[in-house]
């Protein structure tokens, strides 16, 4: 009998070493061994009597790394996302930059084969409709206007004030007439409405930022760096 609670002992501290193991695995390799963890806890839950002066350490150790690793789990998860639309906004960025150059043709703008080449080899799961949307923009980048290139700056300077309000950041103090006033207009237009839950208007204000079209050089990355500094650090 002893040498079986021995022989258990052995096979638990076993399945810990693994559990530890893949606990330190990050990434598409952790995910790749989640199904395996879960099949250990269950391997373990099936084992045989331990012995008395060891159990409670072992099972308070198995309970901590289950723990963990359902931690990681979500953690992992969440910046899996977050590197989707990291990558989304660089693929945008090619898009703005291939409508600038169809506007005013200049060396250095990709072509329209580079860049829907960039969207069909990504290899990430594009969040939402974002693919819809990039891909949309390039089949109208040869009708794009003048006018459309110099609206998006602002609409896209009332999105990040729109990010900020959300999130309860300050404005810069260039743009905070423009804030106060996007605040009146709005108390008016939503008077009596209930507001939006913050996760959600995250994904939408994510999707119109992507729909503006054209935006100029000179301001854009201080913009994106600006609208995207609270949510994809």
Not at 47 to 66: D, F, K, N, T, V
Not at 147 to 159: P, S, T, V, Y
Not at 179 to 206: C, D
Request: charged share 25%; glycine share 4%; with cysteine.
């Amino acid at each position: 009998m002893k040498e079986e609670r021995q022989n258990t002992k052995q096979h638990a501290e076993n399945i810990i070493q693994q559990l530890e193991e893949i606990l330190a695995k990050s990434g598409d390799e952790f995910f790749a061994e989640k199904s395996r963890a879960e099949s250990l806890q269950h391997e373990f839950q099936a084992i045989g009597e331990l012995p008395r002066e060891s159990a409670r350490a072992i099972i308070s150790r198995l309970q901590e790394l289950a723990d963990a690793i359902q931690q990681k789990t979500l953690a992992e998860r969440k910046a899996t996302v977050a590197r989707a639309w990291q990558e989304v906004f660089v693929i945008a960025d090619q898009v703005r930059r291939h409508e600038n150059g169809v506007l005013n043709p200049t060396a250095g703008a990709p072509s329209l084969e580079s860049v829907q080449n960039t969207i069909t080899g990504a290899s990430f799961k594009w969040p939402f409709d974002t693919k819809d949307l990039l891909e949309q923009r390039l089949n109208q980048a040869g009708s794009l206007t003048a006018q459309q290139q110099k609206d998006a700056e602002n609409k896209l300077r009332i999105l990040c004030i729109r990010a900020e309000i959300l999130t309860g950041h300050a404005t810069p103090e260039a743009d905070k007439s423009l804030r106060m006033q996007y605040q009146v207009e709005s108390l008016k237009q939503n008077f009596g409405r209930t507001q939006e839950a913050g996760g959600q208007s995250m994904i939408e204000l994510f999707s119109e930022w992507l729909s503006v079209p054209a935006a100029p050089d000179a301001t854009y990355t201080e913009l994106q760096e600006r609208f995207l500094r609270n949510w994809l650090v």
